[in-house]
């Protein structure tokens, strides 16, 4: 189930040949597994373009091409049973050259024939289709297509979650919010300690970190985190200070007493925040995104002492410019280490950011009170969250968390794409999802066009 129109970047990264962003560093060899029969990715074509090219026309009216030793080197036959390479790249000859090429089996697959005694390659034409370089966008054309879409208070996303637990339909249908919205809620979950992580390990195996492999959010006098507390959470990703933060995180709401006032959830979409943010803060952005920010978590006083540290700017972006990941965390920030002429600049850009991402939260966030038995799910490498602080006024508010790597439910989800064959058009996790939010050069954002604002420097 794709989402609302919201991310119609999406979709049109992947209906569109025009707007299919495949340069060389986007390709990536898809994982063992059989590809979906598409029509559309049939081959209706295949010729040598000398020197060393292979032109494959395909049923959509897409055109790839592909270089020799490109193609040698994704050889079928240079795979092991376990889809690992039998050889390195390093070991393709230097002269390898095509001498002939067609669609064969209806289409459904390439064959290509080599210069001397090399025996032909087959190369199925989905996975081709998939693989295929071609033609740029049109300069900036996903970035203001997801900058058109409707306002992102569009309905909180919900599913039952005996259903996910059971039926990989649902399952399927989860993940698809997930990667489309970044968030989804699943109702009806029994109290009791392991329904997250079964949630969860629907996914993948939980996530174990410095909090155990699950955690319980609850109003604690020797609390070890500021969100074991009643006060005010300002939007953060947590886990900030690692190197490779969670991926998706699931907080089990098992207790949310009537009496209890406040404590409502908050949660932001910061791709969406950022590429916003760039456009009317340029001079801010592209600070953020070049001065390293310091993310450290430094406490003795429990059962197993911690001392964490990891810097990098705010803003984290390819080479092609593009947004790969945002880390933002307030209550986990630590001492800057910056030249001294820049940290004026960075504080008055961090300050800027702040203000940016609370003035959106009314327009573009969601604010709600979770229900005993819900479980709200997000993807911490994108969606910010919060709290509102609160009262218990003799009640109690308890909720229950876990998490999820990033690495591993995009491998889920893809798995889900093959065996349930995804319509045409629709995402492809193997090509990269943007606003996936783990630095993968395949999953950037692109940015709309950024010209600094003048006027004296910040």
């Known amino acids: 189930s794709m989402g609302g129109g ?7 990264n992947r209906m569109d040949p025009r707007l299919r962003v495949l340069a060389p560093q986007l390709i990536r060899r898809l994982s063992d597994g059989p590809l979906p029969r598409r029509a559309h990715m049939r ?21 790839g091409e592909f270089h020799a030793m490109w193609l040698l080197d994704n050889c079928p036959s240079r795979r092991s049973a376990s889809n690992q390479k ?12 095509l001498a002939g090429a067609a669609a064969v089996h209806g289409g459904e697959q390439v064959r290509v024939d080599w210069t001397g005694s090399a025996p ?13 370089y071609g033609p740029p966008p049109a300069p900036d054309a996903a970035a203001r297509a997801l900058a058109s879409a409707p306002s992102a208070r569009a309905p909180i996303p919900r599913l039952s979650f005996d259903e996910v637990c059971t039926s990989d339909a649902a399952l399927y249908r989860w993940l698809g919010h997930l990667a489309d ?11 009791d300690d392991e329904a997250g992580c079964r949630a969860a390990e629907r996914i993948a195996p939980v996530m174990a970190t410095i909090y155990g492999r699950a955690w319980d959010v609850v109003d604690s ?11 005010a959470l300002p939007l953060h990703m947590d886990l900030a200070y690692y190197e490779s933060p969670p991926g998706l995180q699931l907080l089990h709401c098992r207790c949310f007493d009537a009496q209890v006032t406040g404590g409502e959830s908050v949660l932001l979409d910061s791709f969406e925040a950022a590429k916003l943010f760039s456009v009317r803060h340029p001079r801010e952005f592209e600070l953020l995104a070049r001065v390293p920010a310091t993310f450290v978590k430094e406490h003795f006083a429990r059962e197993r002492p911690v001392v964490m540290r990891y810097r990098r700017p705010h803003f984290a972006l390819n080479g092609s410019g593009e947004l ?20 004026g600049p960075y504080y008055a850009a961090y300050r800027c950011f702040d203000a940016f991402l609370t003035g959106l939260v009314e327009t573009r966030g969601w604010t709600f009170r979770l229900c005993a038995g819900e479980v709200v799910t997000f993807n911490n490498r994108r969606l910010l969250h919060g709290r509102t602080s609160f009262e218990a006024n003799g009640g109690t508010r308890a909720l229950r968390g876990c998490y999820v790597s990033i690495d591993e439910f995009a491998s889920r989800l893809a798995v889900l794409d093959r065996t349930h064959g995804a319509p045409p058009g629709a995402r492809q996790p193997e090509m990269g999802l943007p606003m996936l939010g ?5 999953n950037g954002l692109p940015l709309p066009s950024r010209k600094p604002a003048e006027g004296p420097p910040l």
């Open 43 to 63: 081959a209706t074509s295949a010729n040598v373009v000398p020197p060393a090219r292979l032109r494959v026309g395909f049923a959509d009216g897409f055109e």
């Open 221 to 231: 006098p020797d609390a070890i985190n500021v969100a074991y507390t009643s006060v």
């Open 324 to 343: 790969t990941g945002i880390f933002w965390a307030p209550p986990f920030d630590g001492p800057l280490c910056a030249p001294l002429e820049d940290v």
């Open 438 to 442: 783990n630095q993968d050069h395949a």
């Open 86 to 97: 039998a050889r390195t790249s390093a070991e393709l000859p230097e002269d390898a050259g």
């Open 120 to 132: 032909s390659s087959t190369f199925d034409a989905a996975w081709l289709h998939r693989h295929a």
């Open 181 to 191: 919205e970044g968030f989804c809620v699943l109702e009806g979950a029994p109290d």
């Open 6 to 12: 919201r991310h119609q970047l999406f979709l049109l």
